[in-house]
């Protein structure tokens, strides 16, 4: 069984900066592709960033320039470091993760099997 769990949500000002966490713990064999989504109330599930194989990654255009994912095998976790913070990136973000190829390390979230509870954050104006 495999369990992902997210830390590092929290309030900050527009134009801040906060770092999000995901650690997977139990068996993390092929899970090749590692995923950040968010979601808004009201809203559908977004992915934000992915991560292949620890080094190719990817972003949807709202946040090019000010996401980045990276991760760290040895600690088998995953961050987001998200830089000029907006209030629309308010959300509660999930991290996810999934075996297959790097070209559908993408934000479809339904190919996903594995999810963490989630870390809010929240980005005042």
């Known amino acids: 069984q495999t369990q992902l769990v997210e830390s590092g949500g929290g309030s900050a000002q527009a134009g801040g900066s906060l770092r999000l966490s995901c650690t997977a713990f139990?068996?993390?064999?092929?899970?090749?592709?590692m995923a950040w989504f968010r979601q808004a109330p009201g809203q559908e599930r977004e992915g934000v960033a992915t991560?292949?194989?620890?080094?190719?990654?990817y972003y949807v255009d709202s946040v090019k320039g000010r996401f980045t994912v990276s991760q760290d095998n040895a600690k088998n976790t995953v961050y987001l470091q998200m830089n000029s913070l907006k209030p629309e990136d308010t959300a509660m973000y999930y991290c996810?993760?999934?075996?297959?190829?790097?070209?559908?390390?993408?934000?479809?979230?339904?190919?996903?099997?594995?999810w963490g509870q989630g870390t809010q954050v929240t980005v005042s104006s």
């Open positions: 139990g068996n993390t064999d092929g899970l090749y592709c």
């Open positions: 991560i292949y194989g620890g080094s190719q990654d």
């Open positions: 996810a993760a999934r075996g297959g190829s790097a070209s559908n390390c993408r934000g479809n979230s339904a190919l996903y099997i594995f």
